[in-house]
């Protein structure tokens, strides 16, 4: 068990590190005007739906959607249309970013989502990512021995695929969190704008992928 554990352990690192949804997602929530907290809540959201994943890997439920041309066309269109989504919520604050570096007093526009929806953007920026259902069904398997116990051992591999994604995602809004400072808020609006294309851009090619 110990050689499986190292063996997921490594690609999950590769999976986590890897430019995508989440990273974005993440920026976007550092970037903004709220505190660095909701990036950061942002990043556990995304880290409970990988323990989702697993529980549903491990009742076959996952398999049934990667497998089922119908649930898994329905799944990236979902995922899809909820990155285009959260795209244009970044074009929206990169906006009132820029309309209060245009003020005659510039502000820090007040972030008005509450830090539950930033929770709850990133669980379903995981739960709608059908790259993870197909990671969840053709690979965690693999490091599954025959006997073992199907959900516990999914869980276990799941909770180390978390562990990363937290730490990474954490870490990675810190650094953009903290770079803020160095940017005028028009610089903060342009970047935010940049995350909205990125972001957009990839709900596109999840939904036609």
Known sequence: MRSELL??????????????????????RALGAGPLRDAWLAAVGIA????????????GVAAILATSATAFTALKVAGGLYLVLLGLLAFRDARRSLRGACAATPREPVAPRSAAAAFREGLLTNLLNPKIAVFYTAVLPQFVAAGDPVLAVSLLLASIHAVFGVIWLCGYAWVLHRSRAAFGPRARAALQAVTGVVLVGLGGRVAAG
């Open 7 to 28: 063996a997921f352990a490594g690609v999950a690192a590769l999976l986590t590190i890897s430019p995508g949804a989440d990273m974005a997602l993440v920026g976007r």
């Open 48 to 59: 409970c739906g990988l323990m989702v994943w697993a529980a549903l890997s491990a009742v």
